[in-house]
């Protein structure tokens, strides 16, 4: 699995190893306090939403990026820190108050190819939702166990 650390980017160039697998993980995240902060033109809070843009990826070993832009895993983890409480009380650092979904890079790529952004509406019906102490079991579920 590869993470990206917690925060709102696509990939990091400086990628670091989760676990040790064959299987890619691309991870997304934001808050509510964050998205609900903004609101837009009619006065309503932001919609939460991830970006899943196809990307080209750096090669180390050529320097240089793909010719072709992908989307670079085989499974998004998508996470939402779901607490609705003020930005002085809110602990980021517990787990229980994420909430994750989980989709197939495949099943993305199949409905929509070239689709930048996933709101969160969308998200509910096309993903796996699970909380931290599920996640180790639906990630095994959704990719298989020796894949991990």
């Known amino acids: 699995m590869r993470s990206c650390g917690w925060g709102r980017g696509r990939f990091n160039h400086k990628e670091q190893p989760f676990f040790t697998t064959r299987t890619q993980v691309a991870q997304e995240t934001t808050k509510i306090l964050e998205n609900h902060a903004t609101t837009n033109r009619q006065g309503k809070l932001s919609d939460i939403s991830f970006g899943i843009a196809p990307a080209k990826i ?13 989307r670079n895993s085989d499974l998004y983890v ?11 009380i809110s602990n980021l650092l517990d787990m229980n108050n994420w909430q994750f979904w989980l989709l197939k890079t495949q099943k993305l790529d199949e409905k929509m ?8 509406n969308v998200l509910e019906k096309m993903a796996t939702k699970c909380g931290i102490l599920d996640l180790k079991e639906k990630i095994e579920q959704i990719i298989g166990k020796n894949n991990i």
Request: glycine share 0%; net charge neutral; proline share 3%.
């Open 113 to 120: 190819p070239e689709q930048k952004k996933i709101s969160l």
């Open 78 to 88: 998508f996470c939402v820190y779901k607490e609705r409480i003020s930005k002085e």
């Open 58 to 70: 750096w090669d180390e070993n050529t320097h240089q990026y793909s010719e072709k832009a992908n």
